[in-house]
Each structure stands twice: as structure tokens, then as C-alpha cells.
């Protein structure tokens, strides 16, 4: 695609790399065919190839954003399908990152949407906020019907669990003889959610023979305010925790970064190109970004205990950060497939579940019908349940679906000798 930026414009290094990514783009289409967006709404400037036109003409023209514009962009899911279909290279990722700092900066949300976003940012990152924030939805709950027209709201209350689980710490996990120090991201909330997956993944790992450690000052990876466009807090919550995991580098030394949530690992193993302008932090963020490994990906490179699968049959679903943000898809079915499990995808394996971060609260309607869409192929699988690699993943499809729905590493657990996951407890396993 030709572009005219100014060579005053090209200074910045943020606009020289979205020149970059613009200029690859062929127009070819082929986006259009994996966007859930454009699969759902059929308009053109809710696909990649329809965006990419408007986020150039806002930044090559510097114009301010419009109420249109900031619309479509803003219904992205950045599930990034159009980077495994695209044959240019296009990195759309960063592209519409540079775009939604570039809204935030200069586009004036109404009152009511400027304060949603501060309260998601201020709330989801922090695992004491969050968890308040749970138990105080329980007490809003029967006043459901009330809120029932402010979609955000009621999207929210809609999500939050019945039950919260009690909080879990973060303690260290040796074995005699390791093999290495892994650290394993200890995340926002997927330890308010579900502190089962991090249970699994430290009995998971040090089966496998390795130390297990969590960073001091280690806090959320940055994605959910990175992808509302608030970069200066993304790339604070960045140096945060490369400064944390570098202090486990130079003291016991890290065989590689774990990481179970994929949403997070997509973002972490961004920070080398996030920081890359930052001569304090650059080195140090490529290298913590090449540590950087899924746990799936990390299982499939040593030699786990024989399974037993029980005869079950699972459903995968391949959350989007992990098979189009970190191109790992086939690790996690060969480990299940190895521990004895029946393995099943679903129809529109590639198509996102609406959750996405902040997506299902910010724009509650496509997600509810991509949710709906998601669970509905899974179920027809007949499996005896689901597993997914990303806890926005598993939460949003269990909204919509009838089969259970657990970690992959859960399942990988009870396979070599832990116990079963909570939704097999009551059942003759």
C-alpha cells in the first residue's frame, strides 16, 4: 500500500514502524475471510484490510480521530487471525496497537466511556481490586434488571462467578535434583478466577523436574491496558517485570519464563519490540521476551510421566493469542493426545470466542454472539469436555455451553498423577 508520510512524521519511531507495516499490505482480502468481525457484520471497514485504510489516513494525515472511526477500530478483537492468513507479513498487532494509543492520546471519548475504561484499568490489573470487585457483583446481582440497558454494566454482572475462590498465594516449588528454575507468571486474574491452574502447572512442573519460582514485584503483563491504547501504563507494567524476572536471571538463573494465561504470553513476548526504543531496557526486554515460553510450549520440549486419559474425549479449542499471536498449535493436542485423551476441534477452530481482554465488556453484543457461535461448535463435538489454554477463554465459553470447560494443563495434570479437575470431582473417573 503507498503511503506519504513526512519525513518528519518518520522521526518517530512509532509512526516509521506503522509506515512499515501499512506499506506491506497488497490489499489482497485474504484477512477478510478470518475476521470474526467482518464474519459477523459483513461491512468492510470491520475487517483488517478496512482498518488498516482508516488507521493510514488518521496517521498519515494526523488527523484527529473521529466518533466512526474510533467505532471500528475499537470493535477489533485483536485476536490477530488476519496474521496467520495474510501473505504479505503484515503485523497487524502492531499496527492497531499504535492505533489505539494514538485514540487515546487525541480522541475524546464521551464522559461515560472515559470513565469504564479507567475503572477497568485501575480494577482488572490488581488481584485485590479484582477480587473486590467480585464479591461486590454478587451484592449487585439482584439489581440486574436495573442496569439492564448500559450493556458494559450488565455485561460485567453477567460475568461475574457465583462463587469466588478463596485467594492462593504464590509459593515456590522446588524438587531434589532440578533441572532448572522456571518462573511462572503469577498474572492478574487468572488467580482470582481460577487458582487451579496454577496449582496444576507447579504439580505439572515439578513433576517434570523443575523448580518452580515466582518474581518479587512481578505484577500484571500489561495487556489490558496495552490493547485500550493507555501504552505509558503497558510499558510501565513491561519494565516492572522485566526488572523482576532479571533479578531471578542474575541470581539462580531462569531455564525459561512460564507463562499459563496465553493472553499474557502473547504481550510478554512483545516486550523486546514494546521496549525497544528504551536504551535502559531494550536488551534486557528481548531477552526476558525470549525466555518466554507457554507452558504448552514448554512440555512439548521435555519428557513428561506416562498418561491416563481415562478414555476421555476433549474438545480443544485453540485460544487466538496462542495459535495466531504466538503460533503454538500444535503443542498443546500432542500433549493431550500423548496423555491418552481423544482429541476433537472444532468447526471454525481459527475464529475468536469474543473474549479478548476487556472486549466482552466493551462491546458486549458481537461477544455474546461470537460466544454463543464458539460454544455452539464445540458442543456438537459431544466431548467430555473442553480444554483451552487462556482463562478469558474457558470463562467465556462456559458462559455459553453445556460441556465443562478446564485448563489444558489440568487435564495434563490428572493424566500423570494429580488429582481430577474440579467439574470431573462428582463423576466416576
Known amino acids: 500500500m503507498q503511503t506519504r508520510f513526512t519525513p518528519e512524521q518518520l522521526a518517530d519511531p512509532a509512526m516509521a514502524s506503522s509506515e512499515g507495516v501499512i506499506r506491506k499490505c497488497v490489499h489482497c482480502g485474504f484477512c477478510t475471510a478470518t475476521c470474526p468481525t467482518y464474519a459477523l457484520l459483513g461491512d468492510e471497514l470491520d475487517s483488517p484490510r478496512g482498518r488498516i485504510y482508516l488507521i493510514k489516513d488518521m496517521l498519515e494525515n494526523q488527523r484527529k480521530p473521529g466518533p466512526e472511526t474510533v467505532k471500528h477500530i475499537d470493535r477489533c478483537l485483536s485476536c490477530l487471525s ?22 487515546h492520546e487525541n480522541y475524546g471519548r464521551p464522559w461515560h466511556e472515559r470513565a469504564l475504561r479507567r475503572l477497568l484499568a485501575w480494577v482488572l490489573p490488581y488481584p485485590g481490586r479484582f477480587r473486590a470487585a467480585l464479591l461486590l457483583a454478587r451484592l449487585g446481582r439482584p439489581f440486574a434488571p436495573l442496569i439492564a440497558g448500559v450493556k458494559p454494566l450488565a455485561a460485567m454482572l ?114 523486546g519490540f514494546m521496549l525497544r526504543n528504551d536504551p535502559a531496557y531494550a536488551g534486557k526486554a528481548a531477552l526476558v521476551s525470549g525466555l518466554a515460553k507457554d507452558i504448552s510450549e514448554l512440555l512439548a520440549q521435555i519428557d513428561l510421566p506416562p498418561g491416563n486419559g481415562r478414555g476421555l474425549t476433549v474438545a480443544y479449542h485453540p485460544a487466538c493469542s496462542l495459535q495466531h499471536g504466538q503460533k503454538v498449535t500444535d503443542a498443546p493436542k500432542r500433549l493431550l493426545a500423548a496423555a491418552g485423551y481423544a482429541v476433537r476441534t472444532p468447526a471454525e477452530a481459527h475464529l475468536c470466542c469474543g473474549s479478548a481482554g476487556t472486549y466482552n465488556i466493551l462491546q458486549p453484543e458481537i461477544a455474546d454472539q461470537l460466544g454463543d457461535r464458539k460454544a455452539s461448535h464445540l458442543d456438537r463435538l459431544q466431548a467430555d469436555v473442553i480444554a483451552t489454554g487462556n482463562v478469558g477463554c474457558a470463562m467465556q465459553i462456559a458462559r455459553f455451553g453445556d460441556t465443562p470447560v478446564v485448563h489444558t494443563i489440568e487435564l495434563l495434570d490428572w493424566a500423570t498423577g494429580g488429582p481430577a479437575p474440579a467439574v470431573f470431582v462428582h463423576r466416576d473417573a
Not at 496474521?83 to 485514540?103: E, F, K, Q, W
Open 82 to 103: 488476519c496474521m496467520t492468513t495474510c501473505p504479505s507479513g503484515v503485523n497487524y498487532m502492531h499496527l492497531v496497537d499504535h492505533a489505539r494509543a494514538y485514540i
Open 158 to 271: 453477567a460475568m461475574a462467578p457465583k462463587q469466588v475462590p478463596a485467594p492462593v498465594a504464590a509459593e515456590n516449588a522446588s524438587v531434589p535434583g532440578a533441572k532448572g528454575r522456571i518462573a511462572l507468571l503469577q498474572g492478574c486474574a487468572e488467580p482470582v478466577l481460577k487458582p487451579e491452574y496454577r496449582a496444576a502447572a507447579i504439580r505439572l512442573l515439578n513433576r517434570a523436574g523443575y523448580d518452580v519460582v515466582f518474581a518479587a514485584g512481578e505484577g500484571c503483563c500489561g495487556a489490558l491496558v496495552h490493547h485500550m491504547g493507555r501504552e505509558a501504563d503497558g510499558l510501565d507494567a513491561a519494565r516492572r517485570n522485566v526488572d523482576a524476572w532479571m533479578r531471578e536471571i542474575d541470581g539462580g538463573g531462569l531455564a525459561a519464563i512460564v507463562v499459563t494465561a496465553s493472553g499474557c504470553g502473547t504481550t510478554i513476548k512483545d516486550y
